[in-house]
T-cell receptor, first 115, second 110 residues
Framework: SAVISQKPSRDICQRGTSLTIQCQVDSQVTMMFWYRQQPGQSLTLIATANQGSEATYESGFVIDKFPISRPNLTFSTLTVSNMSPEDSSIYLC????????????FGPGTRLTVL | GNSVTQMEGPVTLSEEAFLTINCTYTATGYPSLFWYVQYPGEGLQLLLKATKADDKGSNKGFEATYRKETTSFHLEKGSVQVSDSAVYFCALRGGNQFYFGTGTSLTVIP
């Protein structure tokens, strides 16, 4: 298994500002993911954070809006840039443990409100 | 492509009632299947999983069996408790990507 922490746990931000969310894992993992969960909705994958290379973004998400860093195998950041109220959501970091359980584990999430 | 369809909620049950939340999937190959639970104000937690056909995942009284013939992975519990109130997500892993259902909200009343 993997234990994942996220900072901040929640924040209230003003329109037009940016917020960086940190994700820390207690072990080295190859695959880290960032998801968005809007109120009452399921999870939407934003991007896969790759160590040592650019993140891979899903359709509808771009690097300028959601820049991601992955400096090592235990840490990643997601920045939500130039925020608008539509960015209000829960942002979840997750990791995939490939062996032997082939399972994805999630952080507690960051609850973002944009005014 | 890969996708997951799960029973829409919300579901409201009395304590000690039997629970079934339906989940069906579409996938190429043989994906691993999962149920995750999200308690109010928290992130997702793995509840149980199954990695091949006819496997049964179980945890905390919940069970789900990987049925390849019906492409299903229904979640069941014989006697729910108030503390089971949460949102339940069915998911599959295909390749390096995970696909989640829309979630089913369960409320258990005393």
């Amino acid at each position: 298994s993997a234990v994942i922490s996220q900072k901040p746990s929640r924040d209230i931000c003003q329109r037009g500002t940016s917020l960086t969310i940190q994700c820390q894992v207690d072990s080295q993992v190859t695959m880290m993911f960032w998801y968005r969960q809007q109120p009452g909705q399921s999870l939407t994958l934003i991007a896969t954070a790759n160590q040592g290379s650019e993140a891979t973004y899903e359709s509808g998400f771009v690097i300028d809006k959601f820049p991601i860093s992955r400096p090592n195998l235990t840490f990643s950041t997601l920045t939500v840039s130039n925020m608008s109220p539509e960015d209000s959501s829960i942002y979840l970091c997750s990791v995939a443990v490939d062996s032997p359980t082939d399972t994805q584990y999630f952080g507690p999430g960051t609850r973002l409100t944009v005014l | 492509g890969n996708s997951v369809t799960q029973m829409e909620g919300p579901v409201t049950l009395s304590e000690e009632a039997f629970l079934t939340i339906n989940c069906t999937y579409t996938a190429t190959g043989y994906p691993s299947l999962f149920w995750y639970v999200q308690y109010p104000g928290e992130g997702l937690q793995l509840l149980l999983k199954a990695t091949k056909a006819d496997d049964k995942g179980s945890n905390k009284g919940f069970e789900a069996t990987y049925r390849k013939e019906t492409t299903s992975f229904h979640l069941e519990k014989g006697s729910v408790q108030v503390s089971d109130s949460a949102v339940y997500f069915c998911a599959l892993r295909g390749g390096n990507q995970f696909y989640f259902g829309t979630g089913t909200s369960l409320t258990v009343i005393p």
